[in-house]
């Protein structure tokens, strides 16, 4: 299972648009990536999930580089609401073994 | 309205004693999972079930049992052979137990032993 990166902790204004990387170098042909965001004393929840390129919903966007051994979790217009730490995943359907690492933890500041 | 739930929602232990935490899922999930999370730390995974009747270990399943009787219901118990088992304990759900599955996650269960 592919090892992931993300920086320990992030500080933002509200408004501004907040972009986290994950490296992931050993990412494997069939794996996906994917995202959580966890608030404190809460389950996390979904947020976004790629193979390549580009993928956006209502909440956020995912870029995936060529090569694939990293992505960039974009939050557009962060409010204090979106303080919380993200997770970066990254697997395949074959088996499973899910890592969630330490995490991203995001303070957005008023 | 479909979801996760987990009960109860703070649990106190006093030490030796076994615990049974449940969760319950109404999403028609085959696959069900038990994480547990410390202070600052990420979730680590306990045990998973893929199909009723059948579960497996996961990186940290030593002083924890599970069972898998109904589709629905995936309890996990503390045994006093779990040495610190203070910890936030999360319960999810997916379609399937694959990595790309979207896995729905309850509440928690904030667990302290006395």
């Known amino acids: 299972l592919a090892k992931t990166t993300q920086p320990i902790s992030m500080d933002s204004y509200e408004g501004q648009e907040v972009n986290i990387t994950c490296s992931h170098n050993?990412?494997?042909?069939?794996?996906?990536i994917t995202w959580y965001q966890q608030f404190p004393s809460q389950g996390p929840r979904f947020i976004i999930q790629?193979?390549?390129t580009k993928v956006t919903n209502e909440v956020a966007s995912l870029f995936i580089p060529a090569d694939r051994k990293s992505s960039t979790l974009s939050l557009p217009r962060v409010s204090l609401s979106d303080t919380a730490v993200y997770y970066c995943?990254?697997?395949?359907?074959?088996?499973?073994?899910?890592?969630f690492g330490a995490g991203t933890r995001l303070f957005v500041k008023a | 309205d479909g979801g996760i739930t987990q009960s109860p929602k703070y649990l106190f232990r006093k030490e030796g004693q076994n615990v049974t935490l449940s969760c319950e899922q109404n999403?028609?999930?085959?696959?069900m999972y038990w994480y547990r999370q410390d202070p600052g730390q990420g979730l680590r995974l306990i045990y998973y079930s893929q199909i009723v009747n059948d579960f497996q270990k996961g990186d940290i399943a030593e002083g924890y049992s599970v069972s898998r009787e109904k589709k629905e219901s995936f309890p996990l118990t503390v045994t006093s052979a779990q040495k610190n088992p203070t910890a936030f304990y999360l319960c999810a759900s997916s379609t399937q137990a694959g990595n790309t599955d979207t896995q729905y996650f309850g509440p928690g269960t904030r667990l302290t032993v006395l």
């Open positions: 050993n990412i494997a042909t069939n794996d996906y």
């Open positions: 790629g193979y390549k």
């Open positions: 995943l990254v697997g395949n359907t074959g088996g499973f073994k899910t890592i």
């Open positions: 999403l028609n999930h085959d696959a």
